[in-house]
């Protein structure tokens, strides 16, 4: 057993000695390897025990495990990078379109007014609203759907004893989606059940 030092009046116990070796307790203990225990962590067969159990791994499988951990790796980093690189697309394009969601708007008003009748402007709106339409812009919000608060922003509210749930009666300014993002909601006047 331990001697305490100083009769005990700070815990300090001295380190016990066993057969000339003095063995040490705490977390920065450094211990010394004898050869047969480094021969043993080196995965070698130990000279004093002279047991036959071979420790070492064929270099073959374990290069071909490292290869397939390598490949297995680069699989995933390759799907990673697709995923990412699609995901980086979408939201360019979506950056795109919106961009141009003014301009419809715009070419909606002069549709609307009876300017874009005939003419270069009428072929440039229809070649404008295909390609957008090839992305998979659609337009939210219709008189006579149903008020959803997710595609839709209502700016009145009318009270109509004909309506039995919350209906958009008249469309401000149509919203956009892109695929299923969406890009604007349609800003609505809905007609509310009257009480």
Avoid at 9 to 32: I, N, R
Avoid at 76 to 94: C, G, M, Q, S, W
Avoid at 173 to 183: H, M, T, V
């Amino acid at each position: 057993m331990a001697k305490d030092k100083n009769n005990g009046d700070d815990g300090f116990e001295e380190p016990e000695e066993t057969d000339g070796l003095v063995e040490a307790e705490g977390p920065d203990v450094e211990t010394s390897f004898t050869d047969d225990d480094l021969a043993f962590l080196a995965g070698e067969q130990s000279p004093s025990t002279g047991s036959g159990t071979d420790f070492e791994v064929d270099p073959a499988v374990e290069i071909l495990g490292d290869l397939k951990r390598v490949q297995a790796e680069f699989a995933n980093y390759r799907k990673r990078v697709e995923r990412d690189r699609e995901a980086n697309r979408e939201l360019n394009i979506a950056e795109v379109v919106k961009s141009l969601l003014p301009v419809l708007d715009d070419l909606a008003l002069a549709e609307a007014h009876g300017d874009l009748a005939d003419g270069p402007m009428a072929v440039i709106a229809q070649k404008l609203r295909a390609g957008l339409d090839r992305f998979g812009l659609t337009v939210v919000g219709e008189k006579g759907d149903v008020f959803d608060p997710h595609l839709h922003e209502a700016l009145v509210q009318l009270p109509n004893p004909e309506v039995t749930v919350n209906t958009v009666a008249d469309v401000i300014a149509p919203g956009y989606k892109l695929g299923e993002r969406l890009l604007r909601p349609a800003k609505v006047a809905v007609s509310v059940p009257a009480e």
